[in-house]
């Protein structure tokens, strides 16, 4: 038998053939940061070799799914005992959920925003409570959703896109869906059961077909992919350099309205 952990960040159970990752940092709305991504990555790494995990569910504690990135991380602040070694970075992250050979499924208990965003669309399907608000709210910052673009792309029109990013849009669970954020949309109280049937279905699938049918998938259509992500983890960068990030986000940790010198 697999162990899994111990981790700080996230929340691991397994059952039958379902393992559950659970975005664990509540004092913070589940944002993400590198300790939290390095143990998400390595806990896929063992999902994909544990013969009895069939599907991967990803969800939030509490009432959010996940806030985004954590900007007193971005920001240089404390960062919660982030500082420890950690294994990977976000855009490999991305780049493993996007390649999964199981399905992941993204069970969106609440607000799933920025990095978090990012997650869901990484996922293979994504059922969301219709309470959810999923966006980018970045640009309000000062950064913009970079690395998350390169997924984000695979999933939305073009035109819609640029205009969520541009104006830092969040959206209602049923407008993520009729762009194609997230596959199906439910009252908060059925979200368990719909969850637990998609499961069901999926679980009772050969896993090599569903292996051979999600590696043909990536094959074919994300040939950029690998190509995208460094690129834009660069831009995220070069961002995070200018003086109007540094004052978004100060400005966010001291909870007043960013004063802008477009530098």
Request: aromatic content about 4%; overall charge negative.
């Amino acid at each position: 038998m697999i162990t899994y952990g111990p981790y700080e960040r996230i929340r691991v159970h397994v059952a039958g053939p379902r393992l559950t990752l659970t975005l664990h940092y509540p004092e913070r709305r589940n944002a993400i940061g590198p300790q939290m991504v390095g143990e998400l990555l390595l806990a896929l790494e063992l999902a994909a070799t544990d013969a009895s995990v069939r599907v991967i569910v990803i969800t939030g504690d509490g009432k959010s799914f996940c806030a985004g990135g954590d900007f007193a991380q971005m920001s240089g602040g404390a960062g919660g005992g982030e500082a420890r070694e950690v294994h990977g970075d976000y855009s490999e992250l991305l780049l493993r959920m996007w390649r999964t050979e199981k399905p992941i499924v993204a069970r969106v208990n609440g607000h799933a925003l920025g990095g978090g965003l990012g997650i869901v669309a990484a996922s293979t399907l994504a059922v969301a409570a219709d309470t959810a608000l999923l966006g980018t709210p970045e640009v309000e910052v000062g950064l913009f959703p970079m690395m998350i673009m390169a997924v984000l792309a695979r999933l939305m029109p073009r035109r819609r896109l640029v205009e969520m990013m541009l104006l830092g849009q969040k959206l209602k669970a049923s407008e993520a869906k009729e762009v194609g954020l997230v596959g199906t949309v439910v009252p908060h109280e059925g979200l368990d059961a719909a969850v637990d049937a998609l499961v069901d279905a999926l679980a009772g699938k050969s896993q090599k077909t569903l292996s051979l049918g999600l590696r043909a998938l990536v094959d074919h259509e994300e040939l950029e992919l690998k190509d995208a992500l460094p690129v834009l983890r660069e831009r995220l960068a070069e961002c995070l350099s200018t003086d109007d990030a540094r004052e978004g986000l100060t400005a966010f940790l001291e909870k007043r309205p960013p004063r802008w010198t477009d530098h």
